[in-house]
């Protein structure tokens, strides 16, 4: 079973930034977060990762609550493209598998 | 930038029929994975592979499932014959597999094989 809970579906404004939270309280100590996104009828993509600071990269900022039971990825200008499912996933590195949940299905209103 | 490849993108066949993908990771990756998900949930792990290794393979179902790497590059799965719940999204993804940390260990995707079984 998945790890982390997410909310089903979220609308964002095009041009604002698109905050998702994802609730981990389960964390243990060596998991990081990782965040993936899928398109419609594309295979998943890798946005970023973490474990208990904050990171940012090209693509989005991810903000780790500093009890690690919970975190928020930030798109900071969403656009249309944006438009997919997110997958907040934990686990251990090392060539563990990833376990997805249903993630959230993030809609951009133009 | 690199990406992993995969063939067919999409695949309409007849139950009882086999069926076979393939997948053809980033250059150096050691480590390959294929995924199925069915329409609204998540990607599930199939099977994984260290260079030639099968590495887990506990959720494919060894009765109509097979999937090899040859020589630790690219891969097949196949499957015979196929049932109508076959029916899915076939992902490979691929990592460098060097333990090297978290930032070494992303696994990136490939475009997937949607599979449709008539």
């Known amino acids: 079973d998945a790890k982390t809970t997410q909310p089903p579906s979220m609308d964002c404004a095009e041009g604002r930034a698109a905050n998702l939270p994802c609730n981990h309280s389960t964390i243990s100590g060596n998991e990081y977060v990782y965040w993936y996104r899928q398109i419609h009828s594309q295979g998943p993509q890798y946005i970023i990762h973490?474990?208990?600071n904050n990171e940012t990269n090209e693509m989005a900022s991810l903000i780790i609550t500093e009890d690690r039971k919970s975190s928020t990825l930030i798109l900071p200008h969403a656009t249309l493209r944006d438009t997919a499912v997110y997958y907040c996933?934990?686990?251990?590195?090392?060539?563990?598998?990833?376990?997805f949940g249903t993630g959230t299905r993030l809609t951009i209103i133009p | 930038e690199a990406e992993v490849a995969q063939s067919p993108r999409y695949k309409i066949t007849e139950k009882s029929q086999a069926v076979a993908f393939w997948c053809d990771p980033i250059s150096g990756h050691a480590t390959l994975y294929w995924y199925r998900q069915i329409l609204g949930q998540g990607p599930e792990l199939l099977v994984q592979?260290?260079?030639?290794?099968?590495?887990?393979d506990s959720q494919l179902p060894k009765d109509r499932f097979s999937a090899e790497r040859l020589k630790g590059v690219d891969s097949t799965l196949k499957i015979q014959p196929a049932e109508l719940g076959d029916s899915a999204m076939y992902l490979c993804?691929?990592?460098?597999?060097?333990?090297?940390?978290?930032?070494?260990?992303?696994?990136?995707f490939g475009p997937g094989t949607r599979l449709t079984v008539l």
């Open positions: 592979f260290q260079d030639e290794s099968v590495v887990d």
């Open positions: 993804a691929s990592s460098s597999g060097t333990s090297g940390g978290p930032d070494t260990d992303t696994q990136y």
């Open positions: 996933i934990v686990r251990v590195f090392g060539n563990e598998k990833l376990t």
């Open positions: 973490g474990l208990k």
